[in-house]
C-alpha cells in the first residue's frame, strides 16, 4: 500500500497541508510528467504581455474578451449584492458563494475542469488510460471553497489523472450530500489523511497496515482535506467523529516514495534531452 500511494506536498506536516499532486501505482511513474514537459509556444506573461496577444491565445478577438470579463463582472457584482441581503441566512450565503464559485470559478477565462489559464489548459494532456487506484479505493480531495477553482491548486489535475476520484467543495449543498453519504454508508471505511500531531484527542487513527487489511473487507474511500490548516481544522472538526477514521503517512515511507519518482522523472528528462 506504501509503495502505491505518494504525496507530494507544498510544504509539510509541520507547515500545512496546501496543494498537493497524489500518485498512485507505479511509484516511478510521475502523474505530473505530461504536464512539465508541455511545451507550449510561449509562456503566459508572454501571452498577456498585450491584448492583442491575450485575445490570440484566447482565439477571440478583443472585443469578445472585454465583453466576458464584463458579463463575469457583473455576475460577481449581483452575488456580492446578494450576500449583503438581510432575508438569507448564514448557511444560504455560504451555499450561494459555493454555487457561484462552482459555476462561474475564479476568473473568466480560466479552465473549469484542471483550473489553469485557457491559453495554458492542460486538458489535452489527459491520459486516455487514468491510473487505476488500488482495489476497494476512491479518492476524494474535499476542498474549501476559497481555494476552489484557484489557478495555483493543483487539486484540478487529480480528476484528469485518477479513476475513482472526486473533486468536492465544502459547503456546496449537493457536494456536502456526496460525502455524508459515503460517510453513512455501513460498506464504506471513510479515512481522512491527517497529520498526527501527537494529540489525539476524539480522533482514532489507523496505520498504514490497518488500511490494508481492510481494504480487504470494506470500500475504503481516502479523504484529503485542500486548505489552509485553519480552514482544514474547521472542515475537520465538523466531520462525525465516530463515523471516520485518520491516518498519518510516515514521513520516512512518503520521502522514500517521493526519492524514486524524483529519480525516474529524472532519468526520463535525460532520455529525452538526449534523443
Known sequence: FVSQIALLYRGSWNVGIGTFALSLSNP?????????????EASLAHRLSSPERYANALNMTIE??????????????RLHRELKSDVL??????ALLCQHRLE???????CPRCWSYLPICVCSEEQTNKIVPPNNLSIVVWIHHREWGLTSNTGGLLGL?????????????????????????????????????????SLSYLSLDDVKTKLEHKHVVLVV???????AR??????????????????????GILADSY?????????????
Open 225 to 231: 482535506v485542500d486548505g489552509t490548516w485553519r480552514n
Open 263 to 275: 529519480q525516474g522523472h529524472k532519468s526520463r528528462t535525460s532520455n529525452s534531452k538526449s534523443l
Open 64 to 77: 469578445r474578451v472585454n465583453q466576458i470579463k464584463s458579463r463575469y463582472e457583473q455576475t460577481s457584482e
Open 104 to 110: 462561474h470559478g475564479r476568473h473568466p477565462f480560466a
Open 28 to 40: 516511478t511513474q510521475s502523474l505530473t510528467d505530461g504536464f512539465l514537459n508541455n511545451n507550449n
Open 234 to 255: 474547521r472542515m475537520v472538526a465538523r466531520l462525525p467523529q465516530d463515523k471516520v477514521f485518520f491516518i498519518d503517512l510516515p514521513m520516512d515511507a512518503v520521502q
Open 161 to 201: 489523472l485518477l479513476k475513482n476520484c472526486y473533486l468536492l467543495m465544502k459547503g456546496l449543498p449537493e457536494h456536502d450530500s456526496i460525502l455524508d453519504k459515503m460517510i453513512n454508508d455501513p460498506d464504506n471505511l471513510v479515512v481522512i489523511l491527517w497529520p498526527d500531531q501527537g494529540n489525539h484527542g
Open 89 to 94: 441566512t448564514g448557511p444560504q450565503k455560504h
